[in-house]
């Protein structure tokens, strides 16, 4: 099993564009969230889903948007980038949210605006 | 608001010694704690994930364990391992937002030969 690919896994963006990072799981997990990690504030919680056509805000949505129409693929959206989104992203996944599931966490991928 | 903080920062450590790194955190109303290795320029790897009603979790070298009251783990190294050098993060998910990981920033262990 491939577990959570990502891609890219590096990103060079000018402030104002916007792009898709895409993330695909093949374990028929549920659960799929993204976090952003920067150093000095550790990892963040941007969006999550609990299933296929539900998703919800986390810590620090603002700029960005995901849907989740199938339950293999959760893609992140940024509408117009800006320098404050530079940073490393990662996709994460899990059956469910039960006590005993273990997060899966994919590669990451490297994003710069400039 | 959920806090969590690891200690110390950055732990530099000679090969073979035994070591502890410490994660507390703020409220104690938590469904499990895990504890995830980072190396460098890569994802997280789960380690160890002990439940809210569990104490301790063993896997090979690695120990976790959970005092939920105080709001403490720690995660203890045996034997340490040039291999063992990451960024060691854990992270809680609490009773009243099932859905999301409060992390810390982490620990990083250098193991050296």
């Known amino acids: 099993n491939a577990g959570v690919t990502q891609t890219p896994k590096f990103q060079v963006l000018k402030t104002g564009q916007s792009m898709t990072l895409q993330c695909a799981q093949d374990?028929?997990?549920?659960?799929m969230s993204w976090y952003r990690q920067d150093p000095g504030m550790g990892l963040r919680l941007i969006h999550y889903s609990v299933g296929a056509g539900i998703t919800d805000q986390g810590e620090v949505p603002n700029g960005y948007n995901v849907s989740r129409s199938t339950t293999e693929d959760f893609p992140l959206r940024l509408l117009s980038a800006a320098p404050s989104q530079t940073s490393v992203y990662f996709c994460a996944s899990s059956y469910s949210m039960r006590q005993g599931d273990i997060q899966y966490f994919g590669a990451g991928t490297r994003l710069s605006v400039l | 608001k959920q806090e969590v903080t690891q200690i110390p920062a950055a732990l530099s450590v000679p090969e073979g010694e035994n070591l502890v790194l410490n994660c507390s955190f703020t409220d104690s109303a938590i469904y499990n704690l895990q504890w995830f290795r980072q190396d460098p320029g890569k994802g997280l790897t789960s380690l160890l994930l002990i439940q809210s009603s569990q104490r301790e979790q063993t896997s090979g070298r690695l120990n976790a364990s959970l005092d939920k009251s105080s709001g403490r783990s720690t995660l203890y190294i045996a034997a340490s391992q040039p291999g063992d050098s990451a960024t060691y993060l854990c992270?809680?998910?609490?009773?009243?937002?099932?859905?999301?990981?409060?992390f810390g920033e982490g620990t990083q262990l250098t193991v050296n030969p």
């Open positions: 992270a809680v998910i609490e009773e009243t937002s099932g859905s999301r990981l409060t």
């Open positions: 374990m028929n997990h549920e659960y």
